[in-house]
Structure formats: C-alpha cells, structure tokens
C-alpha cells in the first residue's frame, strides 16, 4: 500500500548522502514538490525536481542557506555512531540547535528528527517501554539524541514547531543480527513512517519508536497511534536465517543483555561497536 501524499511544496532531507538518506532519496519525491538535499560530503548531481546544498550542521549560516524556502524538514545528518564527545558535539548538538534555529527563523512547523533506540539503549531486552518511560542513553551518541529530543520540545512549547522524533531502530535492508529481529525497520516502513509523520494532521511533539511489524519486539507505540504509522514489513521472514548464521547470544556479554546492543559497551573512539 502506498501511504505517501504530497505535503509540502519543498522538503529538506539533511543527511541525504548516508545509507537512510538515499534510502529516502528516491522515495520522498511522493511526499513534496522539490525535494532539497543536504549534506557535508558530496550529494551527485540533482535529479528532476531535487536540489543539493552542502551544508556542515556544524555551521549556524550554512545550515540557514539549506533550510531557507522549506515548509518541512527530514533531519537524518549527523554522526550515526558512537564518537568522541567533541565530534558528537559539532554534528549532533550544535547541528541541531542550528537546524532549528533556522527553522524558526524561516517559519518551518514540521520536522521529522531522527532519534535513536540509543536514547534508551540502558533498558533490558526483557523490558517493554513506552514514550514515555525516561531517557537512559548508552553512548555519548545516545545523550546527544536525547538532546535533540528535548530541545525539539522546547521550540514545540516555546515557538509551536512540531516534531516527529523517531527512535529508529536498526534500519538496513536486512536484519543482521538476533537483536535486529527485535529493532528491523525495512526502508519501506521508514518511508511509511516518515511519511505519516508528516501528513497527520496534528503531529504535535511526538516520540514514536521506529520499527517494522516485527514478532520480538521491547517497544510499544501506543503513545503515538495519532501519527497513523502501519508497519507492512516484519524481521520474521529473516528469522530463520539470522539464527543459522548468528551465535548463541553469551549472556555475561552486556551486549546481549540490553537494548542497544554493542553500543552500551562501545569505545568512542573505535566507532561503530561490534
Ligand atoms: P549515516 O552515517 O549513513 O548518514 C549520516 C549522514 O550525515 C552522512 O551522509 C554524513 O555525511 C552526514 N553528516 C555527518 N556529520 C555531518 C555534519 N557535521 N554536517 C552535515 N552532514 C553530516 O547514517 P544513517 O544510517 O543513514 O542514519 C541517518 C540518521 O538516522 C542518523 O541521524 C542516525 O543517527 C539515525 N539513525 C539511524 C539508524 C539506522 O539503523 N540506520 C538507527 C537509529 C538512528
Ligand atoms: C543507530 O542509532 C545507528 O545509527 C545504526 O548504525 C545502528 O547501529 C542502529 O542504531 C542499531 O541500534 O542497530
């Protein structure tokens, strides 16, 4: 099913050359007239009806030249693992600030901010939370993404831009692991919620977990059933075959014991935990 409908004249997609923003790339062209991509690094040349703008998040003028003349943005840029806190700073909390420092000097009223499950990464596997369970962040990454959570609530309250903080899960074509079958959310299902997010009438400040219709799974999303997110796709097919592939999980591993895997047990300076 096709949920997509144009909302928005010109959307600004940040992080369009990373593995989600192409993702989104070829299909957010649903969602609006002109698509505008952002990032750091090189974007190739715009197809029809795209336009690149190199930005560096870190940077408050260039971040207002990428927001400038969009009605909603799709905020994916940033580092997307766990890093030295200074790193993390300039991208993830400075970058954030900037972008909705621009938003609200352009009159922007929607934004789609993509959280993590690393906001709450320090809860058990065995646990079910909601939206409304506290923050416990596993990563100087998890922190900087609880960050964005809140200061998106306060231009809610403070200036009335709504956000979408999606807490994806572990988006990738297919699940790699058995705590992946748990945290999948297919490409198709980022589309779907992206685009619910941003075509629900009120979407106010939101938190929805980002994850497809999987059989295992830590999150309910009752707290957001105003945003109108159907998953279609479930991990369970991959299921068979993660398991032949993948080790039994060790249990003294920390990994193994909390939600967000390797991270709560990550070095910041080695990147992405294994
Ligand atoms: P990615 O690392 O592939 O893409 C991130 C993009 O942000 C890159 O193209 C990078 O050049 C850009 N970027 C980094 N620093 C920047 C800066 N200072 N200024 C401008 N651009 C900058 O990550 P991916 O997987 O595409 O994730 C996209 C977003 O979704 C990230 O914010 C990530 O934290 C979040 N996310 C992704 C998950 C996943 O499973 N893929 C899970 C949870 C959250
Ligand atoms: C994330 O936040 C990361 O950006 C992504 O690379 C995955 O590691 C994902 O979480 C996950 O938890 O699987």
Same mark, same amino acid.
């Given at each position: 099913m096709?949920t997509?409908?144009?909302?928005h004249?010109?959307?600004l997609?940040t992080g369009?050359?990373g593995?989600?923003?192409?993702a989104l790339?070829?299909?957010?062209h649903?969602?609006c007239?002109?698509?505008?991509l952002?990032?750091?690094?090189?974007?190739?040349?715009?197809?029809?009806n795209?336009?690149c703008?190199?930005?560096d998040l870190?940077?408050?003028s260039?971040?207002?030249a990428a927001?400038a003349?969009?009605q909603?943005?799709v905020?994916l840029?940033?580092?997307s693992?766990? #890093?030295?806190f200074? #790193?993390?700073?300039?991208a993830?909390i400075?970058?954030?600030y900037?972008l909705?420092?621009a938003?609200r000097?352009h009159?922007?009223?929607?934004v789609?901010f993509a959280?993590s499950?690393?906001v709450v990464g320090?809860?058990?596997q065995? =646990?079910?939370?909601?939206?409304?369970?506290?923050p416990?962040?596993d990563s100087f990454y998890g922190?900087?993404?609880?960050?964005?959570?809140?200061l998106s609530?306060f231009?809610?309250?403070?200036?009335?831009i =709504?956000?979408a903080?999606?807490?994806?899960?572990?988006s990738f074509? =297919?699940p790699?692991?058995?705590?992946m079958?748990?945290?999948?959310l297919?490409?198709?299902?980022?589309h779907?919620?992206?685009s619910a997010c941003?075509?629900?009438?009120?979407?106010?400040?939101?938190?929805?977990f980002?994850?497809s219709?999987?059989?295992?799974?830590?999150w309910?999303?009752?707290?957001a059933?105003?945003?109108?997110?159907v998953p279609?796709?479930t991990?369970?097919?991959?299921?068979d075959?993660v398991f032949?592939?993948?080790?039994t999980p060790?249990?003294?591993d920390?990994a193994?014991?909390?939600?967000?895997?390797?991270f709560?047990?990550a070095d910041p300076?080695?990147?992405?935990?294994?």
């Amino acid at each position: 099913m096709n949920t997509a409908a144009k909302t928005h004249p010109r959307i600004l997609l940040t992080g369009a050359a990373g593995g989600l923003g192409q993702a989104l790339r070829s299909r957010l062209h649903q969602n609006c007239d002109v698509l505008r991509l952002s990032d750091m690094v090189d974007l190739g040349a715009p197809l029809a009806n795209e336009e690149c703008v190199i930005a560096d998040l870190a940077q408050a003028s260039q971040v207002d030249a990428a927001v400038a003349g969009c009605q909603a943005i799709v905020h994916l840029g940033g580092i997307s693992v766990e #890093a030295p806190f200074e #790193a993390i700073m300039q991208a993830n909390i400075l970058g954030v600030y900037h972008l909705y420092e621009a938003a609200r000097r352009h009159g922007v009223k929607r934004v789609i901010f993509a959280s993590s499950n690393h906001v709450v990464g320090f809860y058990r596997q065995g =646990e079910t939370i909601t939206a409304d369970h506290p923050p416990r962040p596993d990563s100087f990454y998890g922190v900087s993404k609880a960050f964005g959570e809140d200061l998106s609530r306060f231009y809610f309250d403070r200036w009335g831009i =709504e956000t979408a903080c999606v807490r994806i899960g572990s988006s990738f074509p =297919e699940p790699k692991d058995r705590r992946m079958l748990a945290t999948w959310l297919s490409y198709e299902d980022l589309h779907r919620l992206v685009s619910a997010c941003l075509s629900t009438p009120v979407l106010g400040h939101s938190i929805v977990f980002g994850m497809s219709n999987n059989a295992v799974t830590w999150w309910d999303n009752s707290r957001a059933r105003h945003v109108g997110f159907v998953p279609a796709d479930t991990s369970d097919v991959f299921r068979d075959a993660v398991f032949a592939r993948t080790p039994t999980p060790d249990l003294s591993d920390p990994a193994a014991l909390y939600q967000g895997g390797a991270f709560v047990r990550a070095d910041p300076t080695q990147g992405k935990p294994t």
